[in-house]
């Protein structure tokens, strides 16, 4: 049975075999460089050698022709019988200098020149050896002859020079082909060593992204989808570590909510019980009340209102993260708009804001309600936080099938430091608490959470220096007035 593939067990070993992958064709590359480099100096040495050679035997040639001539006008013009033997000796190393470049690959043509100048060489010398009178009217008889002799060893020099440029085409084709293998070895080597470097980046990154998406779903308090990694033990152990955290977590969220629900639930009952009682002394019930008495009453019913808001807050945060999603239904984003700002007309006149809608007459295709609560929210902090006679503002764009709404005042702002911390549960600004302003912290945690089961995005694009802003963006399903903008 074929055993299936198994990756190192630990992400450093895995680390070490992939550099040890990617650098064996590396290696090899540089093997096969160093291999080709040691024939291209062979392949010059050689021909180095060979043009050494003919240089030095084509000149050697050459003054060896020149020696011939002149002993034997030597040994003519004096008339010595002793000279002839260094008419041999010039022989013998014109013989010598011709043996030498019968070793040099010559062509069959050149070898036949080399062959006739031998066979010239050879006659001369005889000629000169068995002539019978000396003196410089036989010498001049052998003028032609030499000249023949010197014409045949130039020519065998303008071969030698034709031998050497060769051998400099040769060396220079060499060095081209070696060149060009190499550019295919290299290109071959790297192409291999990127295509085991992808493989292997895949190899080692997958453990790290899957543990990066499992701590991201944490992040997005996502606690039912359990962490799946594959790779070396102990990048699988951190898997496991995660998923026992996502466990644990999962137990303590469950158990908050529990918590919540049960004190919201008990604190309702003897709330309801505090307003009405508070009712009913206010209606005189239990008899008439002095001024200082209804003060105190009315104080007891504006604190049990705010407990209802902030328990309301609490039960409504707790619906925000277990309420099942609901189908997305088309509505018209005015109306709704509208409606939700109606909420706020008392706030409105009671502060004399100026209240600006610029929205175009889309149609989306979304969760109303929800998509209600978060503008609610919204615009409920911009009314709390607007000054007298300030402006609440609601713009929206459109890009891209996107729709971006922007919901601003004229407020304190959001001060820079709180940025991180704003869509948290609970969280109050500084400039909430600087003013005294009721807040239960919940409203934009609530938004934030809408806005991700809608499928769309909260942010906070205040600039520095001025009022609150607060973008949401939400898919466009339909464009029924493409370029309309309802203003009031």
């Not at 040495?45 to 000149?59: E, H, K, P, W, Y």
Request: charged letters at 25%; aromatic letters at 6%.
């Amino acid at each position: 049975m074929k055993q299936p593939f198994r990756l190192p067990p630990s992400f450093p070993m895995l680390l070490l075999v992939g550099f040890v992958l990617v650098a064996i064709p590396l290696m090899g590359g540089i093997v096969g460089m160093s291999d080709a480099l040691r024939k291209m100096a062979n392949e010059g040495q050689r021909a180095v050698n060979v043009t050494a050679d003919i240089t030095r035997l084509s000149r050697q040639l050459t003054e060896n022709a020149e020696d011939l001539k002149w002993t034997a006008g030597q040994y003519f013009v004096l008339e010595d019988p002793a000279l002839i033997e260094r008419v041999r000796r010039a022989h013998e190393a014109f013989g010598a200098s011709l043996a030498g470049l019968r070793r040099i690959p010559w062509s069959s043509q050149q070898l036949a020149l080399l062959s006739r100048l031998e066979t010239l060489e050879k006659g001369l010398f005889a000629r000169l050896q068995e002539a019978p009178d000396t003196g410089v009217k036989p010498f001049e008889a052998f003028r032609l002859d030499f000249e023949g002799l010197m014409e045949v060893v130039i020519g065998v020099v303008d071969q030698a020079t034709q031998v050497v440029n060769a051998q400099v085409l040769s060396m220079d084709r060499t060095a081209r082909e070696i060149q060009r293998v190499l550019m295919w070895q290299v290109g071959g080597l790297i192409l291999l060593s990127v295509v085991l470097a992808a493989v292997l980046s895949r190899v080692l990154s997958r453990p790290v992204f899957e543990l990066a998406a499992a701590i991201r779903r944490l992040g997005r308090n996502d606690l039912e989808t359990r962490p799946r990694v594959r790779g070396p033990r102990d990048m699988v152990y951190l898997g496991q570590q995660l998923d026992w955290l996502r466990s644990r977590l999962r137990e303590l969220e469950e158990k908050k909510l529990f918590f919540f629900r049960e004190v919201s639930h008990e604190l309702k009952t003897p709330l309801t019980s505090l307003v009405e009682a508070s009712a009913l002394l206010n209606d005189d019930v239990v008899g008439p009340l002095g001024e200082s008495h209804r003060e105190i009453v009315s104080i007891m019913q504006s604190s049990s209102a705010e407990l209802k808001h902030r328990i309301e807050g609490l039960l409504r945060y707790n619906e925000a993260l277990n309420q099942p999603r609901t189908a997305p239904s088309l509505f018209r984003l005015r109306a709704l708009l509208s409606e939700v700002g109606e909420n706020f007309d008392l706030q409105r006149h009671t502060k004399r804001l100026r209240w600006v809608t610029e929205v175009p007459d889309v149609q989306l295709s979304s969760d109303p309600a929800r998509l209600a609560i978060v503008l609610e929210n919204l615009l409920a902090n911009a009314v709390k936080f607007s000054p007298e006679a300030g402006t609440v503002a609601v713009r929206a764009t459109q890009d891209q099938g996107w729709l971006y709404l922007q919901v601003s005042d004229d407020g304190p702002g959001v001060e820079e430091a709180e940025h991180e911390h704003l869509f948290q549960p609970f969280h109050k600004g500084a400039r909430a608490r600087e003013s005294g302003l009721q807040s239960s912290g919940l409203g934009l945690a609530i938004a934030k959470r809408y806005m991700e089961e809608l499928g769309g995005e909260l942010k906070q694009v205040s600039p520095p220096g001025e009022g609150a802003c607060f973008e949401l963006a939400l898919p466009v399903s339909k464009e029924v007035m493409p370029h309309d903008a309802a203003k009031a």
